[in-house]
Nanobody, 127 residues
Framework: QVQPVESGGGFVQPGGSLRLSCAAS????????VAWFRQAPGTERDFVAA????????RYGDSLKGRFTISTDSAKNAVYLQMNSLRPEDTASYYC????????????????????WGQGTQVTVSS
């Protein structure tokens, strides 16, 4: 069992960058699938990106690939979300979620595929 712990959120101006981290408290993410979701007040939780640690296959939410990059370190202790060219509409709470096993590509963006969730980290993009 793993407990995702997010960090790295904060306040940034439009056009800026942030790097979020999701640490695997208590173990590594080896053979897990890990995803980032985000939720702004009054909206549904949206899929951002996911990575399957066994083969490092990735998937991104619509229109986010090219600005956001999901990755992991060599020891699979953490999963990162590099966010560039941030826009005000990227403002949200960002949540890390994990599944013990491989999630198929077509289901990577489905929240119910992930049984372990972090508490979230706030990202605010504003001038």
């Amino acid at each position: 069992q793993v407990q995702p712990v997010e960090s790295g959120g904060g306040f940034v101006q439009p056009g800026g960058s942030l790097r979020l981290s999701c640490a695997a408290s208590g173990r590594t993410f080896d053979r897990y699938s890990v995803a980032w979701f985000r939720q702004a007040p009054g909206t549904e939780r949206d899929f951002v990106a996911a990575i399957r640690l066994a083969d490092r296959n990735t998937r991104y939410g619509d229109s986010l690939k090219g600005r956001f990059t999901i990755s992991t370190d060599s020891a699979k202790n953490a999963v990162y979300l590099q966010m560039n060219s941030l826009r005000p509409e990227d403002t949200a709470s960002y949540y890390c979620a994990a599944h013990a096993g491989g999630v198929i590509y077509g289901m990577m963006g489905v929240p119910r595929q992930y049984e372990y969730w972090g508490q979230g980290t706030q990202v605010t993009v504003s001038s």
